[in-house]
């Protein structure tokens, strides 16, 4: 009788060499795994018989890491691609932010695509509050949702990792950011999951977005300095003036960069020796006007400790029993 081998496998070939060798042509589509090899049979009578054996075909994956920025976008808003570009936006509109797959654009027999999605919130002093990471595949698309159901399930029985993924994040990931302070930043790094240990380390393969948490327009902080007095306009009635200030100061925040204006207004104890040491011919009460130039030099790259400020201060000041004066003084400080 006539016997051919038999592979249950969607679009493979088997082609006879001769009566006992054959070759079979795998499409590069097929799902990676093991396929029965079974025996198929003829008799003179016409009758078909199928035998079992005791043979495996194995399909290995069939895996390149593709390039991100080809594929991945973020939505409704792409975000900025560095901290100084960063965009900002309402905690509604950060919450509703998704990672989004374009799988047409991944090419035919590059494989699946294993990505790990960090989002890291970070506090506006830079201390970092969390870290949120998520691991996720997609693969392309070839509008066959039977197909997307049958490699899930293959990747699911294959790396524990991707058990938890629905079919509907082969398409887009929503980041879920639940604790979002003012003015934090929320940076969003997609890259390949190289702990499947497919392919090489490309460190620049990697797509990152940046976005600022909108706050409130005016802030309110208190602060403490060591100021000096260079000009007093009562020269002639002196005073002993201490090395303290303490203030309550309002700060105006951009809506678009989240940086406080270098300019600021407060309202407190000035010229005492601590904050609340107000006396007869030393200290007493003042408003004030503040340039912070730690707060310009950000604009030009450079960084001082966060909480520091130091600049010159413009400051109408009301002693204990002696006449008001304004006061231009150098001040050096922290807020609190």
């Known amino acids: 009788m006539d016997v051919v081998p038999v592979i249950v496998m969607d679009g493979i070939s088997i082609v006879a060499l001769s009566d006992t060798t054959f070759i079979a042509i795998i499409p590069t589509i097929s799902r990676p795994g093991p396929y029965k090899i079974r025996l198929r049979a003829r008799d003179n009578q016409g009758r078909m018989f199928y035998f079992e054996s005791d043979c ?14 080809r594929y991945v976008s ?35 027999g ?21 870290t949120i990471e998520r691991r996720v595949l997609t693969f392309r698309n070839d509008e066959d949702p039977n197909r997307d159901l049958a490699m899930l399930r293959q990747y699911r029985n294959a790396y524990g ?17 639940d604790s979002l302070p003012d003015w934090s930043v929320v940076r969003v790094t997609v890259e390949p ?3 499947i240990k497919i392919g090489g380390y490309d460190r620049f393969n990697v797509y990152t977005r940046f976005f600022h948490v909108r706050g409130p327009s ?35 925040v951009s809506q678009v960069t989240g940086k406080r204006f270098p300019v ?3 309202i407190g104890t000035f010229g005492v020796n601590s904050p609340l040491d107000v006396d007869i011919g030393r200290g007493g009460f003042a408003l ?49």
Do not use: C
């Open 56 to 69: 495996i075909l194995n399909v290995e994956e069939h895996h390149k890491i593709e390039k991100l920025e």
């Open 74 to 108: 973020i939505i409704p808003d792409d975000g900025g691609k560095d901290i100084g570009s960063a965009v900002t936006l309402r905690r509604g509109q950060i919450r509703d932010l998704r990672v989004v797959f374009n799988r047409d654009s991944i090419p035919m």
């Open 110 to 130: 590059v494989g699946p695509q294993f990505i790990t999605i960090r989002t890291t919130v970070t506090l506006r002093d830079g201390t970092s509050e969390k």
């Open 161 to 177: 990792e991707y058990a938890a993924i629905n079919p509907q994040e082969f398409e887009e990931v929503h980041l879920n950011i």
């Open 193 to 195: 999951d190289y702990s």
């Open 218 to 252: 005016i802030e309110v902080g208190f602060a403490l300095g060591i100021p000096k007095v260079l000009y007093d306009t009562q020269a002639d009635d002196p005073l002993d003036y201490g090395n303290t200030s303490a203030m309550i100061r309002f700060y105006l």
């Open 264 to 266: 600021n207004l407060g």
């Open 288 to 336: 004030s006007l503040f340039l912070n130039l730690a707060e310009m030099t950000e604009s030009l790259g450079i960084d001082f400790m966060k909480n520091i400020s130091a600049g010159l201060e413009v400051t109408p000041f009301f002693p204990i029993q002696k006449r008001w004066r304004f006061l231009l003084n150098v001040q050096l400080g922290i807020n609190l």
